[in-house]
Structures are given as structure tokens and as C-alpha cells.
């Protein structure tokens, strides 16, 4: 397939990324519940109301739908300016600062109409955790929204980097905790290394919005860490659990490994999700500054790929979820995110690389993807697929938001520094 030109490169692949693109867009252009925030989408594109509004989502939406603005997606603008405004307004706690982790998607409502309360007047009904996943969240849709041009954005950025230094960064080990209560009182012991991932995502793209380095640097250092003194020693495969004083928690959640957030084991996604950013890093850096980085990309892509696609007892092929410290499968379901990442990942690294490999492996995730995960009928993508390759729920109902699918159609047309809205505002995508 890549003995002349690769699929990755051709005019005709870059129009049917970009269409994709706009169809994910298309989707999702109804998020959007008026005065909460961006709801929880169902298989046709829906808010399911029984689900809350989170603020991960709503940044994600407006992060999104900031960056389709800018290519000029009808509608897009507005969806990110109701996001940005629920995320400086119902989904901000005013009191304490920071954000919910989330909010009832319906309110209740007193006899005046008026929100009910709660003794600690937080809305009735929100999750008031303040999660460093979410923070991050944040900071990435202020820095799309700042390059959209979208009002309120450079404020909502402004406080986000600045509670996520405050409040998150624990500059003794240079990582960000995890969960605090709502006033910031009580701080739990459980220390994560997918908040921390996300901060380096949402760090690169700060750097490049405000021209501040001290993002990109504190960015870096969380990926050495996590590179060279974590992953290496353990064959590539990443510890995702640590307690306070940051010693990995392996056997966490051995009784429920398929949890949402926190699975047991590897999570082979993060894996390849790490190698991407190692290679963002790199580029931002400049080649060869820091040779690790890309040592280190090829090595966790590499690993993350051998332990997860296999070949499932019901003779389908897929990218597992997790596996245990050996590489061997743990929960076989396939989540939409994985092949979305290893599509982002194997085009970050041939553009990095210029190896064919890579090139070759992209035409499989694609055709993986386009097998399996896009949804032709209904849009958008299955989010959980069982071990028949069919469609499934247990983990992830509906499909809750266009991230990973949105990034994944838009990351092998952009170059790998600048982070991705910024290309997408400098016209930079190939």
C-alpha cells in the first residue's frame, strides 16, 4: 500500500480527514444544554439528560468546536461560545474557585426558579470534586477558545492556569495531585498518571498560546518522568496508580479493571497516547535536544501495540483495553479512543520519522477504524465495541463526546509543534 505514495500523504486522504472531520462536528452540533454546559451524547447524537453534565465534556466540545471555527464548520462558533460561557459560569465554582467535576443536566428548581442549593450553596445535585483531569480540561479549551477568538476565553484561560498551578502542581515532585474536596480542604492520597498526561497535552498547548515556557518546560518534565523513570524499567508498560508519596499502586482496582478512569493494570491507549506526546515534546524542543523523547515514543508505541492487538476467542481482531504487568490481556474490550490514538500516534511518528512502518501502520488503524468504529449510519464513531467487533455499552453508553475522533482526523494533517489549534490558527495543516 505504501510501495509508491503513501496513503497518509495523498490529496484524496487529506479531503476525506477533513470531511470526516466536519461529519464529527455535524454530530454534535446539538451538545449544547442551554445555561449547563455540553450534555452526555447518546448513539444518535442526543443529550441523554439522565447523564450529568461534565465539565471534561464541555471542555471538550469547546475545544473541538473552537477549532472546527476556525475551519469554518457552520455553527461551530456558537457551540464553543455556549461551552466556554458554562464553563465561566454554572460549571465554575464561585465560591471556592475552580470547577465541578460535574452538574445535573436538568436542575431543580425552588418555588422562585431559582437553582436549588445545597447547606454549602453548590448547586443541588453536582459532583463538587475538584479533579486535576478536569482542570486540564479546562486549560486546553481556553487555549482553542484563545485561538478561535472566542469571548470569554482568554479570561477562562487566565484562571485556569492559574488554579492548576496553584492548587494541582506539587513542585516537590514535579507532577500534578489528583482530587481535592470543593474548598480545597481536603486532598486525596490517590495520585494518577492520566490527570498528569492530559496536563502535558493541556501545557503544550499554554506554552504556545501564551509564549510562556515555563508551560513547555513543566510539560517536559512530567514526560521525564513518566518516560525514564517509570516506563523504562518497566518494559514500556506505564503504572497509572500511585499513592501520596508517589509509589506505584499496581494491583489498584484488580476487583473492577475495567473502570472508566482508573482500570487496573496497562491501559495500552495511554501507551500510545504518551508516545504522541513524547514526539509534540520533541518538536517543540527541536530534533535531538533531548534524544529520549523519541527513543522513547518508538518504544512505548512499539510495546503498547505487541501487548495490545490481538486476536480476541471470538476471532476478532482489535486493540485491547488493559493488560496486566506482563502484557497479557486483563479487559479485551475495544474502546473507540485506542485505535483514534494509535491513528494520531503512527502518523505523528512518520511525519517524525519519515519510516514507512509507520505509514503502514496507519493504513491499518484506518482500515481498522473504518470497519469497525465508524458509525455510517447514525455518525460519529462506536465508543465500545465487545470481542466480536460488534457494538457494546457496558463501559462507555452512547457516545458521549468527539474528542479522541476529532483529534485523530485532524493530527496527521497538522505539524507536530505547534499544538493543534494553534496549526489549525497559523493555516499550518499539510
Known sequence: MTSHKPTITSASHREWLLGQADQLLTFARDCIVEGRGAGWLDNTGTVDLTQPVHTWITCRMAHSFSIGSMLGHEGAREVAQAAIAALRGPLHDDMNGGWYASIPATPDLDEDGNEQRDAQGHPGGADTTK????????VLAGTSGVRAGIAGAQELLDEALRTLDERFFDPQHSLHVDEWNADFTELSTYRGVNANMHSVEALLAAGDVTGNAKWHDRALEIARIVALEWSAPRDYRIPEHFDEEWQPL?????DRPDDQ???????????IEWARL?????????????????????ALYARAIADGWRVSTEGAQGLVYTTDWSGEPVVSTRMHWVPAEALGASAALFHATGENTYAEDYDQWLEHISTYFLDTTLGSWHHELDLRNHPDDKVWPGKPDIYHAYQAMLIPLCPLSPSLASSVAAG???
Open 278 to 298: 513524547m514526539l509534540h515534546l520533541n518538536a517543540t524542543y527541536g530534533h535531538g535536544t533531548h534524544p529520549w523523547l523519541e527513543e522513547t515514543a518508538r
Open 261 to 271: 478512569f482508573k482500570p487496573y493494570g496497562a491501559t495500552v491507549g495511554h501507551g
Open 131 to 138: 479533579a486535576a483531569y478536569a482542570h486540564a480540561f479546562v
Open 250 to 254: 499496581l494491583e489498584l482496582n484488580a
Open 428 to 430: 499550518a495543516l499539510r
